[in-house]
Every structure is written in C-alpha cells, then in structure tokens.
C-alpha cells in the first residue's frame, strides 16, 4: 500500500507533543464552540460592518438566507468533537470547509489580515498533522472498488 505522506519536521511523539496536541484541540475547538454559539445567543458583542461596504453586503445575502445558521452549527458540532477527543478527526473534517471559508473571506472581501484567523488556520494544519494517520488512507493510490 502507497501512501502519500507530508515531510515529517519535528517528532510526533513526546510529552511535548502530546501537550501541544491538547492546548490546539482547546484553542481551536473552544474557539469554534464559543463563536457558533455566539451566532444563536449574543453574548459576544460583534462590530457592525460599515454600511454599503462589501462585508456588509456579503452578510445581507449569507444572514437572511440562513446560511449562517448552517456555519454556526458546523462551527459548534466541529468544535465540540475536537474538544470530546474521540472524534477530533471528524471534527477537523467539518471544521476545514470553515476554515478555508473564513480565510477567503478576509482576503477576497474584507481585506484585512485577521491575526486569530491566521492562526485558527496554524491550528487546524498542526492538528491535522498529528492526527495524519487518520487522513493517509485518503491519499492512498492504490484503491480498488469495493462491491
């Protein structure tokens, strides 16, 4: 079996690691449970864009489609499952699509660098990393149709 694998930089193993590995599940996973349940209960206060502005218009579309509702709930099922641990492959799954979105908001429409977007995106690389065993078979080149 081939599997495409990353450049392996620094050890996977280590009580080091393992810290590291729980401090990002923590960040990124209260990150997204605190912020997509903001969206539903108001408790965070979020600056109003500028009127006529172009995130003001993007989120009169994506706000009263209910799009965001849907973001809000794949911020917190995706956060609460790589809190839990048990899942946390799964979570950085449904968290990625998020993610990729958040970045290309800030660099298409707002146009302003987001130093926690930036680094919710370092978070979600360095997870995805120390869980690769998980995301490998993905990459397998040599796949064979189950029936």
Do not use: K
Request: net charge neutral.
């Amino acid at each position: 079996m081939r599997v495409w694998y990353f450049p392996i930089v620094f050890a996977r193993e280590g009580s080091v690691m393992r810290i590291a590995t729980l401090l990002a599940r923590v960040l990124l996973g209260g990150l997204f449970v605190v912020f997509g349940l903001n969206f539903f209960l108001h408790f965070l206060a979020m600056p109003a864009p500028e009127p006529d502005s172009a995130p003001a218009r993007f989120f009169g579309v994506v706000g009263t489609s209910g799009w965001m509702d849907v973001v809000a709930v794949c911020q917190i099922v995706g956060g609460l499952l790589v809190l839990s641990g048990f899942l946390t492959p799964l979570g950085l799954v449904v968290l990625g699509p998020v993610i990729v979105n958040i970045q290309l908001y800030h660099l298409f429409i707002d146009h302003q660098f987001v130093p926690v977007a930036a680094g919710v995106a370092i978070l979600e690389i360095f997870l995805i990393y120390r869980y690769w065993p998980h995301f490998a078979p993905v990459f397998d080149t040599n796949t064979r149709q189950v029936s």
